[in-house]
């Protein structure tokens, strides 16, 4: 069922919600929707799918029809165009203030939360301004001294200068802000000012994807909900929160289908917590759902009336298969075809719920063999990870027996959702571009556009 609108006439939002899934097209969110009806047997539509006012939305950067995170980042926090690459700036490199830090500068309450590195383009965008995202450092050191109220994600990348400790741990300290790590360390929280980030040792990159089910990694769901509670604790009266799904563009970039349709359930479950809050604030509350760019162009085949059930056999994402394969690699044990399909079968469910002809084996044989025999293969390279030719297969033949077919490993062109609920909620009905994004939100706000 579709929830109720409490926008038109209605005063402007408290509490506003902005939800980025990174590199969510109309594509994966398809597939998952399919995935959930087939398989799950789902009979409602993902949550953001059942807010009344729908569109979609262009991703060009002044660059490229291609945008990167930093160029979508920056547009849909600021809403200006830049090049690929640079963050909170034109093309110019002049400075461009996000909807976030505007808020901040009115009294608002500012949280953002990522499952990937808060320092990363998508975050970063909210407060950040360089004229390269891989300036970390000074990344780092504009989230020390922004103010808000509450950051989290996985893992600083700016922590460290050639190789040498820098002074952006002092710079949090000294600015007020409490780190936190992992889920254990939530009940701490103490401070106005709080950086969330997976425990020490655990991955900086992205906090572990939901079909790996890491043991002691933080989640989306209960970052938002940390998130929530720290603005409500210190800014009851307004505040702004920013989620992003950072882990679903990982999975995509890698052809990893049923580890991105796992992440999108995950963030879905993310937005329900904004739509728990709004049915007990609906004349104060704002919820917008979109995403940055499209990853993958991500299409289903007919041979996923059958195959998507596949995912369910899914329990190892590509990512940590492959780690899996270097550490094989690394050690001087002898691992043979036999035990390699042994593992295939109980992470992937090839050789038993999903289908392998012998024609296939033989293939996956040979790039076994090319691979941990020989060790002569060819990696394929991603913006995230680089993978071993055997990864690479074992995953293009998972995607092949799911119906899932990637056209790139990269970014497309393609449009897409934006979903709105709350006060204002019908400004982002039809066709947009992602700038229109804040500046509704501006307008809706009470901003000066």
Same mark, same amino acid.
């Given at each position: 069922?579709?929830?109720?609108?409490?926008?038109?006439?209605?005063?402007?939002?408290?509490?506003?919600?902005?939800?980025?899934?990174?590199?969510?097209?109309?594509?994966?969110?398809?597939?998952?929707?399919?995935?959930?009806?087939?398989?799950?047997?789902?009979?409602?539509?993902?949550?953001?799918?059942?807010?009344?006012?729908?569109?979609?939305?262009?991703?060009?950067?002044?660059?490229?029809?291609?945008?990167?995170?930093?160029?979508?980042?920056?547009?849909?926090?600021?809403?200006?165009?830049?090049?690929?690459?640079? =963050?909170?700036? %034109?093309?110019?490199?002049?400075?461009?203030?996000? *909807?976030? !830090?505007? +808020?901040? @500068?009115? /009294?608002?309450? #500012?949280?953002?939360?990522?499952?990937?590195?808060?320092?990363?383009?998508?975050?970063?965008?909210?407060?950040?301004?360089?004229?390269?995202?891989?300036?970390?450092?000074?990344?780092?050191?504009?989230?020390?001294?922004?103010?808000?109220?509450?950051?989290?994600?996985?893992? =600083?990348?700016? %922590?460290?200068?050639?190789?040498?400790?820098?002074? *952006?741990? !002092?710079? +949090?300290? @000294?600015? /007020?802000?409490? #780190?936190?790590?992992?889920?254990?360390?939530?009940?701490?929280?103490?401070?106005?000012?709080?950086?969330?980030?997976?425990?020490?040792?655990?991955?900086?990159?992205?906090?572990?994807?939901?079909?790996?089910?890491?043991?002691?990694?933080?989640?989306?769901?209960?970052?938002?909900?940390?998130?929530?509670?720290?603005?409500?604790?210190?800014?009851?009266?307004?505040?702004?929160?920013?989620?992003? /799904?950072?882990?679903?563009?990982?999975?995509?970039?890698?052809?990893?289908?049923?580890?991105?349709?796992?992440?999108?359930?995950?963030?879905?479950?993310?937005?329900?917590?904004?739509?728990?809050?709004?049915?007990?604030?609906?004349?104060?509350?704002?919820?917008?759902?979109?995403?940055?760019?499209?990853?993958?162009?991500?299409?289903?085949?007919?041979?996923?009336?059958?195959?998507?059930?596949?995912?369910?056999?899914?329990?190892?994402?590509?990512?940590?298969?492959?780690?899996?394969?270097?550490?094989?690699?690394?050690?001087?044990?002898?691992?043979?075809?036999?035990?390699?399909?042994?593992?295939?079968?109980?992470?992937?469910?090839?050789?038993?719920?999903?289908?392998?002809?012998?024609?296939?084996?033989?293939?996956?044989?040979?790039?076994?063999?090319?691979?941990?025999?020989?060790?002569?293969?060819?990696?394929?390279?991603?913006?995230?990870?680089?993978?071993?030719?055997?990864?690479?297969?074992?995953?293009?033949?998972?995607?092949?027996?799911?119906?899932?077919?990637?056209?790139?490993?990269?970014?497309?062109?393609?449009?897409?959702?934006?979903?709105?609920?709350?006060?204002?909620?019908?400004?982002?009905?039809?066709?947009?571009?992602?700038?229109?994004?804040?500046?509704?939100?501006?307008?809706?706000?009470?901003?000066?556009?």
């Amino acid at each position: 069922a579709c929830f109720g609108l409490a926008a038109g006439a209605a005063d402007a939002p408290k509490y506003i919600f902005y939800y980025i899934g990174d590199g969510m097209g109309l594509g994966p969110v398809n597939a998952t929707e399919t995935y959930r009806r087939q398989v799950l047997g789902a009979t409602e539509p993902l949550t953001m799918n059942t807010f009344e006012q729908l569109g979609w939305i262009t991703t060009y950067s002044a660059s490229s029809p291609v945008t990167d995170s930093a160029a979508a980042g920056t547009a849909l926090a600021t809403g200006h165009k830049t090049n690929n690459g640079m =963050l909170g700036v %034109t093309p110019d490199s002049a400075t461009v203030q996000s *909807v976030a !830090a505007e +808020l901040f @500068a009115r /009294g608002w309450g #500012v949280g953002l939360t990522t499952s990937v590195y808060p320092d990363d383009a998508t975050p970063g965008a909210f407060y950040a301004h360089v004229p390269s995202r891989k300036h970390y450092y000074t990344i780092d050191c504009t989230m020390a001294e922004c103010g808000y109220q509450f950051v989290g994600g996985a893992g =600083l990348t700016g %922590t460290a200068t050639d190789g040498e400790p820098n002074d *952006v741990w !002092a710079r +949090l300290e @000294a600015n /007020g802000v409490q #780190v936190v790590r992992g889920p254990e360390g939530i009940d701490s929280i103490r401070s106005e000012r709080v950086l969330l980030l997976n425990p020490e040792g655990s991955k900086t990159w992205n906090i572990g994807y939901t079909v790996d089910s890491l043991p002691g990694v933080l989640d989306l769901p209960l970052m938002a909900r940390t998130c929530l509670r720290q603005l409500e604790r210190t800014s009851p009266e307004r505040f702004f929160m920013m989620v992003e /799904g950072g882990n679903i563009d990982h999975a995509l970039h890698a052809n990893d289908g049923g580890a991105a349709i796992k992440e999108i359930i995950n963030f879905n479950e993310a937005i329900q917590v904004a739509v728990d809050f709004y049915r007990q604030h609906p004349d104060e509350t704002l919820i917008v759902v979109t995403a940055d760019h499209d990853t993958g162009a991500l299409s289903l085949l007919n041979r996923a009336k059958d195959g998507l059930k596949y995912i369910d056999s899914q329990r190892i994402s590509k990512e940590e298969f492959n780690d899996y394969c270097k550490a094989i690699l690394r050690s001087r044990r002898v691992f043979t075809w036999e035990d390699m399909k042994e593992f295939l079968n109980e992470k992937l469910g090839l050789f038993g719920a999903v289908p392998v002809s012998a024609g296939q084996e033989e293939e996956l044989k040979e790039d076994f063999t090319k691979t941990f025999e020989l060790r002569n293969s060819e990696d394929q390279e991603t913006l995230y990870a680089r993978f071993n030719e055997f990864a690479k297969d074992v995953f293009e033949l998972f995607n092949t027996s799911a119906g899932l077919a990637f056209s790139t490993t990269g970014h497309s062109g393609n449009p897409v959702p934006v979903c709105a609920l709350g006060v204002g909620a019908d400004r982002f009905r039809g066709f947009m571009d992602n700038t229109d994004i804040p500046a509704r939100i501006r307008s809706i706000a009470g901003l000066s556009e």
